[in-house]
């Protein structure tokens, strides 16, 4: 029984509102290095799940463990500076700071100096800010935004503000990703863009990612592993194969994917 | 246990004006999710309607009093299309909400100092009704102030009418539907913007007659409006968003006033409502009767 | 000459105040009605240090001020740990009451005068007092801004929750926003109580607490030296137009609302007024017409 320990495990999480279950019972692992996918119908459970695992959201039932350790009812921001960090649903970036700054601010873990030295102004305080400028910029010429670094964030193109967020994700040097529904409302040249993108992020950084998508090619593309939900109860398991030709999977979900793009 | 029943009324009076005020202050929150920090000023202009529409205008008091909370109805309504939608349509953060309400209590405030001017006006009692005047009713040792009993009743019935309307009619559960959640009801077709200026209707039209109430019960002048801090203390103390819970808080809140100011001293009054607050804040924020809520992503 | 150097100390004072303030609610996003409860803290605790512990003089003022800032600084700390972590309705709301419990409070100690006030205090405050802390306190407000900590103000006031989730302790920020706000309040509290010599709680009621934030909006949130244009205005303003003085709180109300609803940003736009905050605005619009113009280009590509 050599297990490698999952990066992530959720065993029987659940999490009830009042009467209702948004998700009921949900074990699944991701393994270091993979980019896993997360899938269901609208209302599944998708975003409660992330919300959970983020500490936004108190937890009903069941644990949440990162590299081993439980962080579910932490504070977000401790889940977040262990190492989890991630994307949103309806795009909430630093809108009226510069590109610079909303990644510059997010680096603000990589420093070390305290009130006092900011005050004051101490040497230490000079030396640790050059590191956030230069590893602000370096991550930003990375992801290929350093010539839009002076704009405002809200002044982007979407496809740009959704890369600015993962950016932005990325400079607390997190070893978990989770991006939800990066791909909303993009068309299928900026979906093959993200998809390569996410691609790279895995290879450059180092982490594992965690999508919640509804885009049935950026699942199928990039995933090495996928967990289908459905009314907060798991679904299906297993690899991109595996959940493509599952009968239930088809019933509930990816059949009706086809029938709209027929 | 006299001087108790008479604090306990003294004690009714105060929470019937806090009640109105407390309840319409909590039904605007329970739509928007927003405290409107103009509400006193609103009250405020209510006494100021009222006095006027009695001395000026010569109406019959009744009439005096449906002109102060059709007034402010209006004043509340103007306020949330001029100054709060466009702050809505453009998502503004909830910083500049609370900065344009007090914008908009500052204006109200002083415009009500810079012309009719600072000096407290009293409602002239030849003017009341016949049964507001005269001297106290007596029930055994307890005195009972005519107008306090008045305030009461109009409160009750205010009140009462209030609770009819949202439990059975159909504009009623528009608004409930609207509280429990705008976009949902909006998809069920129920107009998110009708049930807003309804609301701030409702809110402001009781601020109106809270204000007369309380003008006639002290008097009226430009400062009443910091009146409104009980009103917030009164409604988070019940459960914010909870019309029951305003109207409990309200009465709770005035009676513990009222029996610190009757048996430790008036001075520390004030300061009860503070200690109540912070210890509400500290021991169970969603309030007596409010349920928590989580943010959402 | 003495008259301007009358106004100018009372801009000093005032700067501090709103200094703190603007890093509170212009910088960090937390509104509060209650900073005149800080103030007062800090004037009557400098008065009762400078003028009944009958301390030598070199010493009685900087301890009179140090314990004023240092009174209103602890309180600061109670206050937040029991409102900070609770939605924002409610943190206003305990800073109204907070300011009203102060005033209250001090309207019957009689040691401190009582309601009637607390005369012939002695007059410590010299205008070169005044600008000396005034650039201390523009300087230490400067950078805590353009630091880490302030960055992550900013956050907190731009998306609380975008800015926990990128680590941000957004209780600890709020709560050094605080701490630091109501310190420079006691410290102009204290400023204020030996220059006019004469303190009385009604001085530091919600009234003053609005006026001090009018200061911060009319400069616009989120820039330091909006915060002293504003400051300077408005403190002069009144003295120029002395005939209109009870039309002058009618006119700012309406301003801010006009403010709010038209120009959030204020005079400055939340820009500074340095070499470098101008090379950002303008670095910003060049690239905000660079994208533009590339949309466009592509756009037409396309259609061709």
């Known amino acids: 029984m050599n297990e490698i320990l999952p990066l992530l495990e959720l065993k029987e999480l659940t999490k009830r509102f009042g009467g209702l279950a948004a998700v009921n019972n949900v074990s699944f692992k991701v393994q270091e290095g993979s980019i896993s996918g997360l899938i269901g119908p609208n209302g599944a459970g998708k975003t409660t799940i992330f919300n959970l695992i983020t500490g936004v959201y108190r937890v009903t039932d069941g644990q949440i463990l990162f590299q081993g350790k439980p962080i579910h009812n932490q504070e977000p921001f401790k889940i977040a500076s262990g190492g989890v960090t991630r994307t949103f ?44 400028r230069d590893k602000a910029r370096s991550l930003l010429t990375i992801m290929g935004l350093e010539d ?6 809200n002044n982007l193109p979407y496809g740009l503000q959704r890369r600015l967020e993962i950016t932005r994700a990325l400079a607390l040097d997190p070893k978990l990703l989770l991006l939800d529904e990066p791909a909303a409302g993009m068309n299928p040249d900026e979906t093959e863009q993200l998809m390569r993108l996410i691609g790279e ?22 995933c090495d592993h996928i967990h289908v939900l459905n009314f907060g109860c798991t679904l299906a398991d297993g690899s991109a194969e595996e959940v493509a030709n599952d009968p239930k999977v088809v019933e509930a979900y990816l059949g009706a994917e086809e029938e709209k793009q027929c | ?94 910083l500049y909400f609370i900065i344009t309400a007090m914008g908009a209590s500052i204006f109200i405030d002083n415009s009500v100092i810079a012309t009719i001017g600072p000096t407290p006006k009293t409602f002239p009692s030849e003017l009341l009704p016949s049964f ?11 005195n009972v102030g005519r107008i306090d009993i008045a305030i009461f009743v109009v409160a009750a019935i205010c009140l009462g009418l209030l609770m009819l309307f949202i439990d059975l009619t159909k504009l009623g559960k528009a608004i409930q539907a609207t509280a429990y959640n705008m976009k949902a009801s909006a998809l069920m077709g129920i107009n998110p913007n009708f049930v807003i200026i309804l609301v701030f209707a409702i809110g402001g039209g009781l601020a109106g007659v809270a204000g007369v109430l309380y003008g006639m019960k002290y008097q009226v002048f430009p400062q009443m409006s910091s009146i409104t801090l009980k009103s917030f203390i009164a409604a988070v103390f019940g459960g914010l968003g909870s019309l029951p819970g305003a109207l409990l808080g309200s009465v709770l809140l005035a009676l513990i006033e009222t029996f610190v100011s009757g048996y430790l001293s008036t001075q520390y009054r004030d300061l009860f409502a503070f200690i109540i607050l912070i210890t509400m ?15 959402k992503a | 000459m003495d008259y301007i150097q009358g106004i100018a100390v009372l801009i000093g004072i005032n700067l501090i105040a709103v200094l703190g303030l603007s890093i509170l609610t212009g910088f960090t996003g937390l509104f509060s009605f209650g900073h005149g409860g800080f103030m007062a803290i800090g004037a009557y605790v400098s008065a009762v240090v400078s003028s009944r512990l009958n301390l030598p003089y070199p010493i009685a003022f900087p301890m009179a001020i140090l314990a004023g800032a240092a009174a209103a600084g602890i309180i600061s700390v109670f206050i937040g740990k029991l409102t900070l972590n609770l939605k924002g309705d409610y943190f206003c709301i305990a800073t109204m009451g907070f300011g009203e419990a102060v005033r209250v409070v001090l309207n019957n100690i009689t040691y401190v005068g009582g309601a009637r006030g607390w005369a012939n205090l002695p007059q410590f405050t010299t205008w070169w007092v005044v600008l000396v802390l005034d650039v201390v306190c523009v300087v230490v407000a400067w950078n805590l801004i353009n630091s880490r900590h302030g960055r992550n103000m900013v956050a907190v006031r731009e998306e609380e929750l975008a800015a926990q989730m990128a680590g941000v302790n957004v209780f600890r ?19 204020m109580a030996n220059y006019i010599q004469f303190i009385r709680p009604t001085m530091f009621n919600m009234a003053k607490s609005t006026d001090l934030t009018i200061m911060v909006i009319f400069g616009g949130l989120g820039s330091i030296s909006g915060t002293i244009a504003g400051t300077i205005l408005l403190v002069s303003l009144p003295e120029v137009f002395r005939n209109f003085a009870q039309w002058r709180l009618v006119i700012y109300g309406l301003a801010v609302i006009v403010i709010m609803v038209g120009r959030p940003q204020g005079l400055m736009g939340g820009v500074e007024l340095t070499p470098s905050g101008i090379r950002k605005l303008l670095a910003a619009r060049r690239a905000k017409a660079k994208l533009e113009a590339e949309l466009k280009a592509a756009e037409q590509g396309d259609a061709a």
């Open chain 2, 1 to 94: 246990m006299d001087q108790f029943l008479q604090q306990l009324v003294n004690g009714l009076s105060i929470g019937s004006i806090y009640a109105l005020m407390a309840v319409g202050y909590s039904l605007v929150y329970s739509i928007m999710n927003f405290s409107n920090f103009a509400h006193g000023s609103v009250i405020m202009l209510g006494a100021y309607f009222g006095f006027y529409a009695l001395t000026a205008l010569g109406v019959p008091f009744s009439v005096a009093f449906f002109i102060a909370a059709c007034g402010t109805a209006a004043v509340a309504v103007i306020l949330e299309r001029l100054a709060y939608k466009p702050l809505r349509d453009r998502r503004a953060p909830f």
């Open chain 2, 281 to 295: 804040l500290v021991v169970r924020p969603s309030g007596i009767m409010g349920r928590d809520a989580e943010d």
């Open chain 1, 201 to 222: 992020v895995r290879k450059m950084f180092s982490i594992s990612v965690l999508v919640i998508e509804h885009h049935m090619d950026l699942i199928m593309g990039i």
């Open chain 1, 89 to 132: 649903q309806n795009i909430r970036l630093f809108k009226n700071l510069s590109v610079f700054d909303n990644v510059y601010t997010a680096c603000h873990l990589s420093a070390n100096y305290g009130l006092f030295a900011s005050v004051l102004r101490l040497p230490r305080f000079r030396r640790e800010e050059t590191i956030l």
């Open chain 2, 132 to 142: 507001l005047q005269g001297m106290p009713l007596e029930w055994g040792a307890l």
């Open chain 1, 148 to 153: 839009r670094q002076d704009i405002a964030a």
């Open chain 3, 173 to 191: 920020s709020k709560m050094i926003a605080l701490i630091v706000s109501a310190v420079l309040a006691g410290i102009a509290g204290a400023l």
